[in-house]
């Protein structure tokens, strides 16, 4: 190997691993595990629990993404159309910026964490795409239905046995501040997962949001002011591809209609997890350049460096979910007929 092993960085490895670990159990027990008492959403969006013995509650596991929230926005009246336009523009420009990118540094690039995460946000748009697609398909073929009262969903129900087409209606009963689903037919429409490319666009979505944050502040509050980095000079592009990242995201996030739990912080963490495995493959295979000097093992303040970046993921993953918590507080009040929130 050409890469030295010393006592501190052993505590370095368990680190890295211990992070893996915990964000696996951590999945383990809020996105697999749904019969949890505390893994359940009421789709009545209430904040105080409603009676359990009610049979006209609907519970849904926390982790639920309903196939109409991919490509729906949580204004109401928008079109499908304008969320596909906004992500297949962010893919081009961001597709042009990576290939300028790849051009001027050839694909040795990839060694940052930046390319990588810029890479992920890209796969994000070009699913959602797809997705926004899928919607604008359906919505010239479906009729618009409002959800439990408030969000827009596409909806078809086949005719009955009485061989009547009714469509289907969302009543809102409120009693001692419980909102309550009185279709049966809407029960089912919301039941309907999202399916892999669904979940998957979802994990993405949230991965790419602490990536986003952690890659712009270590570049612009650490690397920037306080390191000189010899292989790359700060320019135009780069500082493009450090601000772009996180204000297409941001806007997608303000027009899209997807939940944000924390639990999926997990997928953050393994995100940079494997990014420094990867480092330490390519060390010990006999790269000797390190390009971010808080990864270099060959100090003894290493563990505390590593100690500090995987702490450091829980306020970069915070600052987006208070982000998210900030559009479903501020919006609403200030648009309260237009706007749904996103759960």
């Not at 729906?72 to 992500?87: D, E, F, N, Y």
Request: net charge neutral; hydrophobic share 50%; with cysteine.
């Amino acid at each position: 190997m050409a890469l030295v092993i010393y006592w501190y960085d052993i505590v370095c490895f368990g680190i890295v691993a211990a992070s893996f670990v915990v964000s696996l159990w951590v999945l383990w027990r809020r996105e697999l595990a749904s019969k949890c008492d505390d893994n359940f959403l009421y789709q009545s969006l209430l904040a105080a629990r409603p009676d359990i013995n009610d049979p006209t509650v609907l519970a849904m596991p926390r982790n639920h993404v309903g196939s109409s929230q991919l490509w729906t926005s949580c204004w109401k009246g928008v079109h499908p159309g304008w969320l596909l336009a906004t992500r297949f523009i962010s893919f081009l420009v961001m597709a042009g910026l990576l290939w300028r990118d790849i051009v001027d540094w050839d694909a040795t690039i990839f060694i940052y964490y930046t390319e990588w995460t810029f890479m992920l946000i890209m796969v994000y748009f070009a699913l959602g795409t797809v997705m926004s697609a899928y919607g604008c398909w359906v919505s010239l073929k479906q009729p618009i239905v409002s959800e439990h009262g408030e969000n827009s969903v596409f909806l078809k129900r086949d005719v009955e046995e009485d061989g009547t087409a009714t469509s289907i209606t969302y009543k809102e009963k409120k009693s001692g501040g419980i909102i309550k689903l009185r279709s049966h037919c809407a029960e089912e429409a919301i039941r309907e997962r999202a399916g892999f490319w669904g979940y998957l666009m979802q994990i993405i979505y949230q991965t790419c949001a602490g990536a986003v944050i952690l890659t712009d502040i270590i570049f612009w509050c650490i690397i920037v002011p306080f390191l000189s980095n010899t292989h790359l000079g700060l320019n135009a592009l780069m500082g493009c591809m450090h601000s772009l990242n996180a204000v297409f995201l941001l806007l997608d996030t303000a027009l899209n209609s997807l939940p944000f739990p924390w639990f999926r912080l997990a997928y953050f963490v393994q995100w940079s997890c494997l990014y420094v495995i990867f480092q330490w493959v390519i060390h010990a295979c006999g790269f000797t350049w390190w390009p971010y000097p808080f990864l270099e093992l060959n100090t003894p303040w290493a563990p505390l460096w590593y100690f500090a970046m995987a702490v450091i993921h829980i306020p970069c993953y915070g600052i987006y979910a208070l982000i998210f918590k900030a559009k479903n507080t501020i919006f609403p009040r200030l648009f309260p007929r237009s706007f749904v929130r996103s759960y």
